[in-house]
């Protein structure tokens, strides 16, 4: 599920969770995580938790990251 943010520009951002990106990107969840505590795929944390914005992906999918 994803859940919208209000950022302070005011614009409303959407933030995925480990298993959408997961999803997306066709890859386990472990896999996933792994690839975020790595840093190789751009993230926040939110206290315990581990969200991506929806555009940052995309813009690092276009740019080339390696989703494999």
Request: with cysteine; hydrophobic share 35%.
């Amino acid at each position: 599920m994803e859940k919208t943010e209000t950022v302070e520009t005011g614009e409303a951002r959407s933030l995925l969770k480990v298993g959408d990106v997961a999803r997306r990107l066709q890859l386990g969840r472990q896999t996933c995580y792994l690839k975020l505590r790595r840093g190789e795929i751009p993230s926040v944390r939110i206290g315990r938790t581990v969200r991506v914005d929806e555009l940052e992906l995309e813009r690092w999918i276009s740019a080339g990251g390696d989703a494999s």
